[in-house]
């Protein structure tokens, strides 16, 4: 059987461009992104709803209300791609660093495994960045394949469930791991309350976390920044900007 990936569409294509990592950690790193579909989670914001908010779900989005927005239709908004097409596409960039995103891409680990081994075998010096929401564990190979973890645990401003949102074994899993850094995004004062209780909880040192103002656009990123650059530094932790709404505002593929 020919495993193969499923990777969001976006303007009829497999969604895998080049630009520079816009969040956390890397900031500011040439990277290729593969988003892929599919997420076990529907954050009411979430600027990537084409990869879940399919027809005939109830799921609610902060778009419900705008005029014209409707649901995904999954046929046409989810690419069928063999391992080597992506490899090849990923290849055809001058960089080699490749963020795995979503959508929930660790709900295709064995897939991004076949993927990561085959360019590693093409160049050693490939290197993996995975976002991932912190609900599900890695296996053993794909946690030995991935460089780096930009773990982002959803708040209760996401509309999930406190059930299915927080996982303790996989939070307790990553604030032990060297790889993984946390990035929680925060709109309000209650998100930082959320945040200091799940430090607290599972133990996440001060130096993995990254703060991120929520906000798709410029405006929104400005309203909420003074504040938050002053939460990082009463409490020690590092503080990311969102480069790419910044840069090109909510365009995607860019
Ligand atoms: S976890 Fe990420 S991709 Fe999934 S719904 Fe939330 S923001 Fe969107």
């Known amino acids: 059987m020919i495993t193969k990936l499923k990777l969001a569409r976006l303007n009829g294509q497999p969604e895998i461009f080049y630009s520079i990592q816009g969040e956390g950690k890397s900031m500011g790193l040439p990277s290729v992104f593969v988003r892929t579909s599919l997420c076990n ?41 063999t391992i080597e097409e992506v490899a090849a596409a990923v290849a055809r960039h001058p960089c080699r660093n490749v963020i795995l995103t979503g959508g929930e891409p660790m709900l295709q680990q064995p897939a991004l495994v076949l993927l990561m081994r085959q360019l590693r075998q093409t160049d050693p010096a490939y ?19 991935v460089d780096q973890f930009n773990v982002s645990p959803k708040l209760e401003n996401s509309n999930n ?86 840069i090109w505002g909510s365009r995607k593929g860019v």
């Open 41 to 81: 989670l529907h954050c009411i914001w979430c600027d990537t709803d084409y990869t879940w908010n399919w027809t005939g779900t109830r799921f609610a989005h902060a778009n419900d209300a705008r005029p014209g927005y409707t649901k995904f239709d999954k046929k046409t908004w989810i690419a069928h791609c």
């Open 127 to 145: 290197r993996f960045e995975v976002e991932t929401n912190g609900t599900l564990l890695p296996t053993p190979e794909f946690q030995q394949l």
């Open 161 to 246: 469930s406190q059930k299915l949102r927080e996982k303790p074994a996989v939070y307790r899993f990553f604030s032990e791991n060297a790889k993984a850094v946390f990035k929680f995004v925060l709109a309000e004062k209650t998100d930082l309350e959320e945040v200091l209780e799940l430090m607290a909880r599972y133990g996440i040192p001060a130096e993995k976390i990254w703060l991120m103002p929520e906000g798709n656009t410029r405006q929104k990123l400005l309203q909420r920044r003074r504040w938050l650059v002053e939460v990082c530094k009463q409490y020690n932790f590092r503080y990311t900007d969102r480069l790419h709404v910044q």
